[in-house]
């Protein structure tokens, strides 16, 4: 009797999102299949349907409007590798122990650890992974990473362009099969060879226009009062990754409209991996889930790349679509791509699911909007020069309203933000006694989170 209540209510709910015509794809009479589409280095804020004027998206906005898009979504770690690991893993990078850069090596990747890949394969998935690897494990070894077809996953010139056709073929052969199906793309990420003057990995760019024609900088370009040092000073020793420290406002604004221009050219590719879905009738039992590893400094805070714990490099778009079946809405529940993507896959397809994970199902929530499944989230960064760590670790407690950054090194070691009043995080608020007993909270909340999940992140105020 009560299995039978509950059906009706999840009948009910699913009707009131996405219209009763469609209630079937939530009751698993068809396994859907799953489609995770990645870019890499594309913050939040990067798409027209995030009410960005000064860049185009129709692929993305698709998305958005036939889904949920989770405006509050951070990676585990702004870093890619650390990042990705994640993903494919359900786990923090503090626990996998990735947490730089590393070379996709066997024996770096702990067997006790299964990749996403695996766990559909033994649910009775098809599984295929085009594109950007940049996993710690190689991908001949099949065995362990679960994706039978892997195809483009080389550097080389224009990979992003080759991904669609991959994809479609993988589609075209899996037409009458469950299929998990990752397309990875390297773009925006081509902005850090931009920023060198370097040629381009994935597409060619004009010149930038005048500066006076490019997008604006951003309310928080400058460097806010009271922030920790010590990300000034790995930033002047690493010129490669960072080479923008002596860059002029107009030169910022430059960066803007080649990064803009570097998210559209993906968004193309992006619509021609949705265009494959439509053309195999696939889209009615597909759900798409759409991220990226981390985002990009954009020119706020006088930052490009990632590393840093700000809202423009650890934010991440994060749409979850059935297109031509569910309605746009949109959720504000903090949600880590790193750690949530494996366990919605669970909730979607009923793929059993290893017990050590600790993510969240978002398939819940996207039944039922009012089902609360986080409050609080804790992330991570590991300063590096590609593969050598510098030494220089720290961690973000993130509410509703609020967040904390403490790093281990460096005088001013903290940061506390109003995200509410203050999206921008331009004001510190860790050094005004008003907010004394707030700071002392998230202190205390991650000290006991670090002791209950086995985090050994330590520093001394």
Request: aromatic share 10%; with cysteine; glycine share 6%.
């Amino acid at each position: 009797m009560k299995k039978s209540i509950a059906v009706v209510l999840l009948l009910f709910l699913s009707s009131i999102i996405f219209g009763k015509e469609k209630q079937d794809s939530l009751t698993m009479q068809s396994r859907p299949n799953i489609l995770i589409i990645m870019t890499d280095q594309q913050t939040a804020a990067a798409m027209s349907n995030a009410g960005n004027n000064y860049l185009h998206t129709p692929a993305m906005d698709r998305l958005a409007a036939n889904g949920v898009k989770f405006t509050k979504a951070y990676c585990a770690q702004p870093l890619c590798t650390p990042s990705r690991t994640a993903i494919f893993s359900g786990k923090m990078p503090f626990e996998t122990a990735v947490v730089g850069n590393v070379p996709e090596k066997d024996g770096n990747w702990t067997d006790s650890i299964l990749v996403m890949g695996k766990i559909l394969q033994d649910g009775g998935y098809k599984t295929g992974y085009v594109g950007k690897w940049h996993l710690p494990l190689p991908t001949a070894k099949i065995s362990q990473h679960g994706f039978e077809y892997i195809k483009n996953t080389d550097f080389l010139d224009y990979n992003d362009a080759a991904t669609p056709s991959y994809c479609a073929r993988f589609l075209n052969e899996n037409q009458e099969n469950p299929f998990l199906l990752v397309a990875s793309f390297l773009n925006p990420h081509d902005i850090c060879e931009w920023a060198r003057g370097d040629a381009l990995k994935m597409d060619i760019l004009e010149d930038a226009p005048a500066p006076h024609l490019c997008p604006p900088l951003p309310v928080n370009a400058g460097i806010q009062p009271n922030e920790p040092m010590i990300v000034r000073e790995q930033q002047k020793v690493n010129p490669g990754t960072y080479p923008t420290v002596e860059w002029t406002d107009d030169q910022w604004r430059q960066y803007r409209w080649a990064y803009n221009r570097l998210v559209e050219k993906v968004d193309i590719y992006i619509g021609m991996v949705l265009g494959s879905l439509k053309k195999y009738n696939l889209e009615k039992n597909t759900i798409v889930i759409f991220t990226s590893d981390h985002g990009d400094g954009y020119a706020a805070h006088r930052w490009n790349q990632k590393q840093i714990l700000y809202e423009e490099s650890v934010r991440v778009p994060f749409i979850i679509s059935k297109i031509g079946v569910w309605r746009p809405t949109t959720d504000d529940m903090l949600v880590c791509n790193g750690i949530d993507i494996i366990p919605t896959i669970g909730g979607f397809t009923g793929v059993k699911l290893p017990s050590y994970l600790k993510g969240v199902d978002l398939s819940k929530r996207i039944v039922n909007p009012s089902y609360q499944l986080r409050d609080t989230l804790v992330i991570e960064t590991d300063f590096a020069d590609n593969e050598r760590l510098l030494g220089i670790n720290g961690r973000a407690v993130i509410t509703k309203d609020f967040k904390y950054i403490v790093y281990n090194e460096g005088e001013i070691k903290e940061q506390l933000f109003d995200l509410k009043k203050d999206p921008g995080e331009m004001r510190n608020l860790s050094v005004d006694k008003v907010f004394g007993k707030k700071l002392i909270t998230m202190r205390n909340y991650l000290k006991k989170w670090c002791k209950e999940n086995g985090d050994s992140f330590e520093y001394q105020l």
